[in-house]
């Protein structure tokens, strides 16, 4: 079972101005049960994880995937559902929350640079250095006062943002350069979906842990958040490291599009399983007899 599903428009690649609003929260489904649904992700899965084994076992190219949403948006669960099924040893997942004081004394793009992916694996990114361009734009206090830095760099924060989406375009080239593909995902939720996870938060007492107080603060931002996101797309969409925007306010299909995409991605990566040369298989064809002879003498 395959899905048809032309992914090009929820790619930004940076070649055409992006706008939010042009962007659909929502989509026509892409299945027509839950058991179809299920099927559809458990085979994503399985594809997605020989690929991933091919890329340890290649041992040249590393994938980050980075998703950045508004808050019940769904990243935990996307990355969840998706990734499931992928072997644990070479995915490794990070969740960027408010920087620490030790993270505070140093560059901004510092902790996320240590979590970085090793070659022949998957790092997951749940929040990442976008949020240096996100939250700080919404919240430009936080700059002010929390981050330390020389006060002739605060003079001028539009100056300030414009280096900062500058470094974080050269720090993925970088990446890329180094083998470290990159894909980024904006799961796009609208702002009355988002209103009925919040209170589903609160109504269902098995979800009370996920609701903060913080999130309804937040909401009084939307339109700021709107811009700070538009913005950033813009600025750091190349095609070596596109955003793919994602309709989120149905979460089935948000991840069919998501395993979609990183099936796909994986695919154009040139990898293959190391080689064995006739020599090596006459060597290593020794060692059956010595393993039948260890087998056979354990029995006795």
């Known amino acids: 079972m395959k899905l048809n599903l032309d ?9 055409d101005k992006f706008k939010i609003k042009d ?46 949403a508004m808050d019940a948006a769904g990243k ?10 992928v072997n644990p040893f070479g995915v490794e997942i990070h969740n960027f929350k408010r920087p620490s004081t030790l993270e505070l004394e ?16 998957i790092g997951i990114f749940n929040r990442s250095y976008y949020e240096e361009v996100l939250v700080t734009k919404v919240h ?5 006062d929390t981050q330390r830095l020389p006060e002739e760099l605060t003079k001028d924060l539009d100056k300030l943002f414009k280096h900062r989406y500058k470094d974080i375009a050269n720090y993925e080239k970088y990446l890329v350069r180094n083998g470290i593909h990159i894909m980024k995902f904006f799961l796009n939720v609208s ?29 009084e931002y939307w339109d700021d958040y709107q811009e700070a996101y538009e913005e950033v797309i813009n600025q750091t969409s190349t095609p070596k490291a596109p955003w793919y925007v994602i309709p989120a306010d149905d979460k089935k299909n948000m991840r069919l599009i998501v395993s979609q995409l990183i099936l796909e991605k994986l695919k154009t990566l040139p ?28 029995g006795d």
């Open 76 to 85: 935990d669960g996307t990355i969840g559902h998706v990734m499931s099924g």
């Open 7 to 15: 992914t090009k428009p929820f790619c930004i690649t940076g070649s």
């Open 106 to 121: 140093h560059d901004f793009l510092w902790r996320t640079s240590l979590r970085a992916p090793q070659r022949g694996t």
């Open 191 to 219: 702002k009355e979906e988002q209103g009925k996870r919040l209170i589903s938060r609160i109504e269902d007492v098995s979800k009370n842990w996920k609701f903060e107080e913080n999130d309804v603060k937040e909401r």
């Open 140 to 144: 430009p206090e936080i700059i002010l």
């Open 271 to 298: 990898m293959s399983y190391p080689e064995s040369s006739p020599a090596r298989q006459e060597e290593l064809s020794k060692f059956i007899n010595i393993i039948k002879k260890q087998s056979a003498s354990n």
């Open 23 to 68: 962007h659909s929260t929502q989509i026509k489904d892409l299945y027509q049960t839950k058991e179809e649904y299920e099927s559809l992700l458990a085979e994503y899965r399985e594809e997605i994880d020989e690929l991933q084994s091919r890329m340890y076992a290649h041992n040249r190219f590393g994938l980050l995937l980075i998703f950045q």
